[in-house]
T-cell receptor
Framework: SQTIHQWPATLVQPVGSPLSLECTVE??????LYWYRQAAGRGLQLLFY??????ISSEVPQNLSASRPQDRQFILSSKKLLLSDSGFYLC????????????FGPGTRLTVT | QKEVEQDPGPLSVPEGAIVSLNCTYS??????FMWYRQYSRKGPELLMY????GNKEDGRFTAQVDKSSKYISLFIRDSQPSDSATYLC???????????FGKGTRLSVIA
């Protein structure tokens, strides 16, 4: 069966510090991968998605970036965090067939101080 | 008009009640419809997945899609306190397109 992992689970970082969040998927190949942010009291905001290695689509221009160095690995990064980057970051995957369902990871709670 | 509209609630019901959660949408190209349940500080969990119109039942949960009205529903029968969570609707069009989510409805089932 497929499993999605995210780490770290929680993170407290000062403003201006770098960020690296990692997501890995097990039990599937060539998944579509997604990064979302969920701010307190707000809905899910799609940040990036990837349909293959090295292929990244950005949905929202901001100081975040994403990379997919391996088929089942998706990384969210920032060079300098802002207070507004605080939130709950969720990674999700979906099989390559467009009819497949999408599944979420456990999330990383980021607090920028 | 937003692509997907969902009443944020909160919705509070007594244990055993039938709960109805709804979303409306504007994009007639949407073909795949999903409902997620999200407990506090957890990732969303896929509850129901429906393709095109019709009903789908899974235990106490029933998902309905009415494409002519651009309206989807999730019914929860015999609601339990463990059903207390935020419920998110999501949908997308065919092809490799991302899901579009509603903002979620917060449900509390009171024992």
């Amino acid at each position: 069966s497929q499993t999605i992992h995210q780490w770290p689970a929680t993170l407290v970082q000062p403003v201006g510090s770098p960020l690296s969040l990692e997501c890995t998927v097990e039990g599937t190949s060539n998944p579509n991968l997604y990064w979302y942010r969920q701010a307190a009291g707000r809905g899910l905001q799609l940040l990036f998605y990837s349909v293959g290695i090295g292929q990244i689509s950005s949905e929202v221009p901001q100081n975040l970036s994403a990379s997919r160095p391996q088929d089942r690995q998706f990384i969210l990064s920032s060079k300098k965090l802002l207070l507004s980057d605080s939130g709950f970051y969720l990674c999700a995957w979906r099989g390559g067939n467009p009819s497949y369902e999408q599944y979420f990871g456990p999330g990383t709670r980021l607090t920028v101080t | 008009q937003k692509e997907v509209e969902q009443d944020p609630g909160p919705l509070s019901v007594p244990e055993g009640a039938i709960v109805s959660l709804n979303c409306t949408y504007s994009n007639s190209a949407f073909q795949y419809f999903m409902w997620y349940r999200q407990y506090s500080r957890k990732g969303p969990e896929l509850l129901m997945y429906t393709y095109s119109s019709g009903n789908k039942e899974d235990g106490r949960f029933t998902a309905q899609v009415d494409k002519s009205s651009k309206y989807i529903s999730l019914f929860i029968r015999d609601s339990q306190p463990s059903d207390s969570a935020t419920y998110l609707c999501a949908m997308r069009s065919p092809g490799n397109t991302p899901l579009v989510f509603g903002k979620g409805t917060r449900l509390s089932v009171i024992a």
